[in-house]
């Protein structure tokens, strides 16, 4: 039987918070249980998000790997289980997308663990790829005013204050080689931390940009400061990419919503100049290395970085036109380089490329799938235009970041990332359904009676 969400629940009671607090005796049993439990989850949710980003180090603490892994799985499930437990409570709360956008992508990724070379090792990142679908739909069910937007949004920046703090005990480590230190924080790489630098650096803009976000000027105000603070610590991870995509995004807020930041370009030789590190990374990647074959590498003839993801994305493409339509097998790359690619060892290696490791080990089919998964998140993104034109801008640069990401890394291992990311996205997209919801005519008794069945629609149609 489905259930009408906890946010009915009060709206109920009237838009006044006080008469919804003087009209809680009068629940029934089931609606009272329904807002507890709805009110535990989103505290679980809360505190997950406060304190994912900061916990690697603690996990570590734990010991083995294996100890860290059960941690790691725990948390793993219990973000699936909310979700679960949320769609199966209010289904009629969200939007069929959220099910159906995702839906082609992870069942063919839960398909491609049957035929995969270590079965246990495929389901493992099955699930994680479930539980980004999970942080992605939960926004949705916690849902209750556009307000949420705000404190979701400020929820993933406040997530950032202790690895923001830890990263200068991390500088103050790699003081003495700063030519080989790459800031990582709490986080387990250096490439992770960096995309999640990023994504602080566009809710950043984004709370200075959106005409819905609401905060006081003093939040305001510290936000605006947090920037130069996140752009030193970015470059310090050393991550080109993401060097690239914060640059990008920087760029399209600085020429479209507030042109003043355009003089942020002037510190980057600053920058540069105080740490020879980075330009070393960057002349790095500027400087070809040409052979004829890899029997020409050695100590002295070395591949960049990129030449080297190039020569390992060559050497994959006849692999993938071996089984084009289902791949080999998730989790199948790593275990299949040592056979086609010469330059690494038995231990092999990740694609550094979600779409052509995702070719690989799921096909085209896979490939398609998601590819039309991130088309379709950018076109629910883009409804909310008119309602938030400069606002909805800077989150398509944070999903167009990632689109790019995608291309040069192993963006689907970044768990901890990949959580705040799609919580984010799904705030976005569920202020979006909410607010179309609101603005569509209802008339007729039949609209009115269903209006009042279901979840988010009962809320709107108490405000109108």
Same mark, same amino acid.
């Given at each position: 039987m489905n259930h009408a969400p906890p946010s009915s629940v009060v709206e109920r009671a009237g838009k006044s918070s006080r008469f919804a607090v003087r009209a809680w005796p009068t629940l029934s049993v089931r609606e009272a249980n329904n807002e507890a439990i709805w009110r535990l989850l989103r505290?679980?949710?809360?505190? =997950?998000? /406060?304190?994912?980003?900061?916990?690697?180090?603690?996990?570590? /603490?734990? +010991?083995?790997?294996?100890?860290? *892994? +059960?941690? &790691?799985?725990?948390?793993?499930?219990?973000? =699936?289980?909310?979700?679960?437990?949320l769609l199966a409570r209010w289904p009629l709360t969200a939007p069929f997308s959220v099910v159906g956008i995702w839906a082609p992508f992870l069942l063919i990724a839960f398909a491609s663990t049957l035929y995969a070379p270590d079965?246990?090792?495929? *389901?493992?990142?099955?699930?994680?790829?479930?539980? @980004? #679908?999970?942080?992605?739909?939960?926004?949705?069910?916690? #849902? !209750?005013? $556009?307000?949420?937007?705000?404190?979701?949004?400020m929820l993933v920046l406040g997530s950032s204050v202790i690895p923001s703090l830890y990263a200068l005990v991390d500088i103050a480590r790699g003081l003495p080689d *700063? %030519?080989?230190? !790459?800031? $990582?924080? %709490?986080?387990?790489?250096?490439?992770?931390?960096?995309? @999640?630098?990023? /994504?602080?650096? &566009?809710?950043?803009?984004?709370?200075?940009?959106?005409?819905i976000i609401r905060v006081t000027p003093r939040v305001r105000l510290l936000v605006t400061l947090y920037i130069p603070y996140l752009l030193v610590l970015l470059m310090l991870t050393k991550t080109r990419s993401a060097w690239m995509t914060g640059g990008l995004i920087f760029l399209v807020y600085a020429l479209r919503v507030d042109r003043k930041f355009l003089a942020g370009f002037l510190v980057i030789p600053v920058l540069?100049?105080?740490?020879?590190?980075?330009?070393?990374?960057?002349?790095?990647?500027?400087?070809?290395?040409?052979?004829?074959?890899? %029997? $020409?590498?050695?100590?002295? %003839?070395?591949l960049n970085s990129y030449e080297w993801r190039q020569a390992l994305w060559e050497s994959a493409i006849p692999q993938i036109i071996e089984k084009p339509l289902l791949g080999h097998g998730l989790e199948s790359f790593k275990p299949s380089t040592p056979s086609f690619f010469p330059l690494i060892g038995p231990e092999g290696i990740d694609g550094h490329n979600f779409y052509l490791q995702t070719g690989f080990e799921m096909g085209l089919l896979g490939v398609f799938a998601w590819v039309w998964l991130l088309g379709?998140?950018?076109? $629910?993104?883009?409804? &909310? !235009?008119?309602?938030d034109p400069p606002g909805v801008l800077i989150i398509l640069c944070i999903l167009a970041g990632y689109?790019?990401?995608?291309?040069?890394?192993? *963006?689907?291992?970044? /768990?901890?990332?990949?959580w705040y990311f799609w919580f984010v996205i799904g705030t976005i997209c569920a202020w979006v359904y909410n607010e179309e919801r609101a603005s569509r005519p209802q008339t007729g008794r039949r609209t009115r009676h269903r209006l009042r069945t279901s979840g988010p629609a009962c809320r709107f149609s108490s405000r109108r």
């Open positions: 505290v679980v949710v809360y505190g =997950i998000l /406060l304190t994912r980003a900061s916990s690697d180090p603690l996990f570590n /603490l734990l +010991g083995a790997d294996a100890g860290a *892994m +059960g941690v &790691g799985a725990i948390l793993n499930a219990l973000a =699936i289980s909310i979700a679960f437990v079965f246990v090792a495929a *389901m493992r990142l099955a699930l994680v790829l479930l539980s @980004y #679908w999970s942080f992605f739909i939960i926004p949705f069910f916690l #849902w !209750r005013s $556009q307000s949420d937007v705000s404190r979701f949004v *700063m %030519t080989e230190f !790459r800031l $990582q924080s %709490t986080f387990s790489h250096p490439n992770i931390y960096a995309f @999640y630098l990023v /994504l602080l650096l &566009g809710l950043a803009l984004y709370v200075r940009s959106s005409r540069v100049a105080g740490n020879p590190s980075v330009l070393d990374r960057l002349s790095d990647i500027a400087e070809p290395t040409e052979i004829d074959s890899f %029997t $020409q590498l050695n100590d002295s %003839t070395r379709s998140v950018a076109r $629910q993104i883009l409804k &909310g !235009r008119r309602h689109v790019l990401e995608c291309y040069s890394d192993n *963006m689907h291992f970044y /768990l901890s990332f990949n």
